[in-house]
Each structure stands twice: as structure tokens, then as C-alpha cells.
């Protein structure tokens, strides 16, 4: 089946500190990845997206670079904010159920001022 | 605004009530989906239709009910809430397959309590 791991949290960082978040998967057939996140009270949203392999999704400064090779997805950013804290999700979809999403657990993200 | 909208945002349930978790999409996406959040699980899928009158079940579908009689709304029903099924509940819509790589649109969510 598929199956989404990433590395557990709780996360706390220093604000301007480096940010890494790995995600590693498990599909059938060419999957998409995705990473979304959750602000505190809110649903989630799309945060960045990669359809194929070594593409790399890039949106407010975050990266993931999809690595077939190694079935990773990790995000980074280089320099966080205070406002970037938040739940961070993984997930992808098989082309063949793209309307079916699998989520990784989660991963707490705190930035501290 | 477009977008995902669910109500209610907060419901408190007796062990055994029923109740509809409403959701309703105004972007004509053709997906739509129902998750649950729990703590250190991520979100799990419980029902999802891939068009007006099409519905099929998830991970989670126990004690769940759902139908599509229109592209716009999805509506999730607790038959008999129990305490396993207080959770935050979220609403999802995305185009086609041809699009769905621009990702899903969620709603804000509904948390609830089954006391």
C-alpha cells in the first residue's frame, strides 16, 4: 500500500534557524508528493508540490526536492520566521487514485523569537 | 469567497446522537473527500466521491455516511456517535485528475466532541 513517514516532532527552533523536516514514502506506481501545513485554528494548505522525479517544489522560501532514488521528500527552509510555525504534513497520491490522499503523521514546528 | 466551507465549526455530542457535518465547494471540482485528525496520525480518509452520485469508502468509513446529489455539496452523517469518533473533521475538493496535481482545497474544519 501507500504510506507516508516523517520525522516526529515536536520541533523547536531559534528564529533565522535552519529547518529540515524529512519525509520518506511508499507507493505503487509514480506517485505525487506534496507538502501542506496547518496554521494554528485552521485547515491545512497546499505549501508545495512535485510530480516527477528531482523535481523541486518551492513556495515561501520552503524547498523539497523529489528524490526517487531514495523515496524522500524532505523540506527545508534556510532561514525561519516566528510566523512559520506550524503543523507540516506529507503526503502524496498515486496518478492512478489521485483523489486519494496519504498523510504522514505530522510534524510540530515552533519558532521561537 | 471561493473555496471549502464546512459548518459547524464546533459541535458537542451525547454518546448515540446523530448529526451532519455539512460541506460545500463553489470551485465545481469534480473530488471531494472527508478526513479525520487525530493526534499522531496524521489525517485518514473516510469517504470520498468522485463525482454527483458517486461515493466510495476510505481507511475510516465505520460509523460514517455520506452521499453526493450535487457537485457542490458533500455532507458527512454520524449515525450513532460514540467517543472514538471526537476528532477534527475535514472537508476536501480538487479537480479531476488532469488538475489534481495543483493539490486539494480544504475547509477549516469541524471539531468534534462525542461525550
Known amino acids: 500500500g501507500n504510506s507516508v513517514t516523517q520525522m516526529e516532532g515536536p520541533v523547536t527552533l531559534s528564529e533565522e534557524a535552519f529547518l529540515t523536516i524529512n519525509c520518506t514514502y511508499t507507493?505503487?506506481?509514480?506517485?505525487?508528493l506534496f507538502w501542506y501545513v496547518q496554521y494554528p485554528g485552521e485547515g491545512l494548505q497546499l505549501l508545495l508540490k512535485a510530480t516527477k522525479a528531482d523535481d523541486k517544489g518551492s513556495n515561501k522560501g520552503f524547498e523539497a526536492t523529489y528524490r526517487k532514488e531514495t523515496t524522500s521528500f524532505h523540506l527545508e527552509k534556510g532561514s525561519v520566521q516566528v510566523s512559520d510555525s506550524a503543523v507540516y504534513f506529507c503526503?502524496?497520491?498515486?496518478?492512478?487514485?489521485?483523489?486519494?490522499?496519504?498523510f504522514g503523521a505530522g510534524t510540530t514546528v515552533t519558532v521561537r523569537a | 469567497n471561493a473555496g471549502v466551507t464546512q459548518t459547524p465549526k464546533f459541535q458537542v455530542l451525547k454518546t448515540g446522537q446523530s448529526m451532519t457535518l455539512q460541506c460545500a465547494q463553489d470551485m465545481n471540482h469534480e473530488y471531494m473527500s472527508w478526513y479525520r485528525q487525530d493526534p499522531g496520525m496524521g489525517l485518514r480518509l473516510i469517504h470520498y466521491?468522485?463525482?454527483?452520485?458517486?461515493?466510495d469508502q476510505g481507511e475510516v468509513p465505520n460509523g460514517y455516511n455520506v452521499s453526493r446529489s450535487t457537485t457542490e455539496d458533500f455532507p458527512l452523517r454520524l449515525l450513532s456517535a460514540a467517543p472514538s469518533q471526537t476528532s477534527v473533521y475535514f472537508c476536501?475538493?480538487?479537480?479531476?485528475?488532469?488538475?489534481?496535481?495543483?493539490?486539494?482545497?480544504f475547509g477549516s474544519g469541524t471539531r468534534l466532541t462525542v461525550v
Open positions: 507507493a505503487t506506481g509514480y506517485p505525487s
Open positions: 466521491s468522485v463525482g454527483a452520485g458517486i461515493t
Open positions: 476536501a475538493s480538487s479537480y479531476s485528475n488532469s488538475k489534481s496535481k495543483a493539490g486539494y482545497t
Open positions: 503526503a502524496l497520491s498515486v496518478s492512478s487514485n489521485d483523489y486519494k490522499l496519504s
